[in-house]
């Protein structure tokens, strides 16, 4: 039996960012309003795709005898399991039939579990994903637009308040959820579908309200001398009390928050990466206030102005949670990242990472996953751990999330 090594795409955590098609030299990943998938008769393997992926939904892998279709994988709600190929399947056969297939890259395909699959925390509610797309999607009407930062602060970023009237559409804590902005691009093709984190807890922005919201930034860039405005970003920012908007989605099935009032959560973003962190914190403040549980988030920003929710993050008890604020543009004062201060409490941070009832979460700008992996690192050698043994033993219990991009 001759086997196929097929690369695929996870449609329970891919975010529809469309960075894997962009990247794709050969042309070998495509999608539809549904999912994005890989054609296996142009994939060669090169790999350039899986780096950039902010979710590592790309990094999935399956050994067929034929391979999966483009229509069978747009068709997807989750991957398929599996398939046990008995001994042609063992280790040693794969490398047979592997030919001129890197034995490493094989090794990881054979044994389950490292195949770049992410899990939700084991008490985490079941999400409900992709009920709604581009084709038929659901219309919300916008029930408010609140600038969160200082009106003098370069960043703009609002608390968008999107209500859905008498339709369904559930959402949990971490998922994300599509905006289909107006118009054309630049090719003349229908805008793509924009992703933007939920900032509001499962029950609504209200308690027990039909709605949510979002926290977004306005992105305007400079391109060959030209200022260049983000489309989806504008689109929303812009977005007056009462206009109708089309919304996709929900997205995301692992970044999601345990149920259990003994999780301790280690939250650590910047800017607009708050809003899955603030959709946590205010459910367990709404549902949990006496858990057990620690909540600890470190959260950057150049400063207090440019710092979304700031005012009512201060209003929470520190009791309640550990709020770690962040600057690094305050005047006469040396400039400090959320990495710096999770180093200086190396002590507080090693006995949550030791605990089996931590959760950590990154979400915000690609940029600070490095400094954060390397301030772990640096915790963890200061008190005789290993930062890759407790990051993988952590990732295969659904303790470990990152949604940067």
Not at 170 to 177: F, K
Not at 322 to 340: H, T
């Given at each position: 039996m001759?086997?196929?090594?097929?690369?695929?795409?996870d449609?329970?955590?891919?975010?529809?960012c469309?960075?894997?098609?962009?990247t794709?030299?050969?042309?070998?990943?495509?999608?539809?309003?549904?999912?994005?998938?890989?054609?296996?008769?142009?994939?060669?393997?090169?790999?350039?795709?899986?780096?950039?992926?902010?979710?590592?939904s790309?990094?999935?892998?399956?050994?067929?005898?034929?391979?999966?279709?483009?229509?069978?994988?747009?068709?997807?709600?989750?991957?398929?399991?599996?398939?046990?190929?008995?001994?042609?399947?063992?280790?040693?056969?794969?490398?047979?039939?592997?030919?001129?297939?890197?034995?490493?890259e094989?090794?990881?395909?054979?044994?389950?579990?490292?195949?770049?699959?992410?899990?939700?925390?084991?008490?985490?509610?079941?999400?409900?994903?992709?009920?709604?797309?581009?084709?038929?999607?659901?219309?919300?009407?916008?029930?408010?637009?609140?600038?969160?930062?200082?009106?003098?602060?370069?960043?703009?970023?609002?608390?968008?308040?999107?209500?859905?009237?008498?339709?369904?559409?559930?959402?949990?804590?971490?998922?994300?959820?599509?905006?289909?902005?107006?118009?054309?691009?630049?090719?003349?093709?229908?805008?793509?579908?924009?992703?933007?984190?939920?900032?509001?807890?499962?029950?609504?922005?209200?308690?027990?309200?039909?709605?949510?919201?979002l926290?977004?930034?306005?992105?305007?860039?400079?391109?060959?001398?030209?200022?260049?405005?983000?489309?989806?970003?504008?689109?929303?920012?812009?977005?007056k009390?009462?206009?109708e908007?089309?919304?996709?989605?929900?997205?995301?099935?692992?970044?999601?928050?345990?149920?259990?009032?003994?999780?301790?959560?280690?939250?650590?973003?910047?800017?607009?990466g708050?809003?899955?962190?603030?959709?946590?914190?205010?459910y367990r403040?709404?549902?949990?206030?006496?858990?057990?549980?620690?909540?600890?988030?470190y959260?950057?920003?150049?400063?207090?102005?440019?710092?979304?929710?700031?005012?009512?993050?201060?209003?929470?008890?520190?009791?309640?949670?550990d709020?770690?604020l962040?600057?690094?543009?305050?005047?006469?004062?040396?400039?400090?990242?959320?990495?710096?201060?999770?180093?200086?409490?190396?002590?507080?941070?090693?006995?949550?990472?030791?605990?089996?009832?931590?959760?950590?979460?990154?979400?915000?700008?690609?940029?600070?996953?490095?400094?954060?992996?390397?301030?772990?690192?640096?915790?963890?050698?200061?008190?005789?751990?290993?930062?890759?043994?407790?990051?993988?033993?952590?990732?295969?219990?659904?303790?470990?999330?990152?949604?940067?991009?």
């Amino acid at each position: 039996m001759s086997l196929l090594r097929q690369h695929l795409i996870d449609p329970e955590i891919c975010i529809r960012c469309n960075t894997c098609e962009e990247t794709c030299p050969v042309d070998a990943i495509t999608h539809d309003d549904n999912n994005y998938v890989v054609d296996v008769s142009k994939c060669d393997y090169c790999m350039d795709c899986i780096s950039p992926c902010p979710t590592g939904s790309i990094d999935n892998w399956r050994m067929v005898t034929v391979g999966y279709s483009l229509e069978a994988q747009l068709a997807w709600t989750e991957l398929p399991a599996e398939i046990d190929h008995g001994e042609t399947a063992s280790t040693e056969s794969l490398q047979e039939e592997a030919n001129e297939q890197d034995a490493s890259e094989i090794l990881k395909v054979a044994h389950s579990g490292e195949s770049g699959k992410v899990l939700p925390p084991a008490s985490a509610e079941r999400p409900y994903i992709n009920i709604y797309n581009r084709d038929k999607p659901l219309v919300a009407r916008v029930a408010g637009n609140f600038r969160l930062t200082d009106t003098d602060s370069e960043s703009d970023i609002r608390h968008i308040i999107l209500d859905f009237g008498d339709r369904t559409f559930p959402v949990l804590e971490g998922q994300s959820i599509g905006i289909i902005p107006p118009g054309m691009d630049e090719k003349g093709r229908p805008n793509l579908v924009r992703l933007y984190s939920v900032a509001s807890p499962r029950d609504g922005e209200r308690p027990g309200a039909n709605n949510l919201s979002l926290t977004v930034k306005r992105v305007v860039f400079e391109k060959d001398g030209k200022t260049v405005k983000g489309v989806g970003s504008n689109y929303v920012c812009d977005l007056k009390k009462g206009d109708e908007v089309l919304v996709t989605g929900p997205f995301g099935a692992t970044f999601l928050m345990p149920n259990s009032p003994k999780a301790n959560l280690v939250m650590i973003c910047t800017g607009t990466g708050s809003a899955p962190f603030r959709a946590m914190t205010e459910y367990r403040r709404r549902h949990m206030p006496s858990a057990e549980g620690k909540l600890l988030l470190y959260f950057g920003a150049r400063t207090p102005g440019e710092l979304p929710y700031f005012g009512p993050l201060n209003k929470l008890s520190d009791q309640f949670i550990d709020k770690q604020l962040v600057f690094s543009r305050l005047p006469d004062v040396p400039k400090e990242y959320v990495q710096d201060r999770m180093v200086s409490q190396s002590e507080k941070l090693a006995t949550l990472i030791n605990s089996p009832d931590t959760y950590i979460y990154i979400c915000g700008l690609k940029g600070m996953e490095k400094g954060v992996e390397e301030a772990f690192e640096a915790i963890c050698l200061d008190h005789n751990l290993s930062w890759p043994e407790t990051k993988l033993a952590m990732k295969q219990s659904g303790r470990y999330h990152v949604e940067t991009y």
